[in-house]
């Protein structure tokens, strides 16, 4: 099973589009306790729109916005639009986004 797990995180890796990594670290992702319950939200129920995030994770709608543009960028989660609302998916095919979502679903 590790094995696996150091071989899905490799051909991550070297299949990235744009040829850069991403250099976001664990650190920063896991700074904000603000950020920490919108991921665990987003890895239990995947699509959420910007509102509902707000009220489950019990953070204003300008703070909510601020930790989804970080972890957009960082590329845990995406960003869809439908004219003016958005809905916030978790990006399960990430495999730091899964790892994290494994590490919510034991640590709970």
Do not use: C, P
């Not at 699509?47 to 543009?69: D, M, V």
Request: positive net charge; charged residues 30%; aromatic residues 8%.
């Amino acid at each position: 099973m590790y094995n696996s797990f150091i071989k899905e995180i490799t051909d991550e890796e070297n299949s990235s589009k744009s040829g850069k990594k991403n250099q976001t670290s664990i650190e920063e992702v896991l700074s904000s306790k603000g950020r920490i319950i919108i991921l665990k939200t987003l890895a239990e129920r995947e699509e959420l729109n910007i509102s509902a995030i707000a009220r489950i994770a019990n953070l204003n709608h300008s703070t909510t916005t601020q930790h989804l543009k970080f972890l957009t960028k960082a590329g845990l989660v995406q960003e869809k639009k439908f004219g003016r609302i958005k809905i916030f998916r978790y990006r399960i095919e990430n495999t730091k986004a899964r790892s994290l979502k494994r590490l919510f679903e034991i640590w709970d």
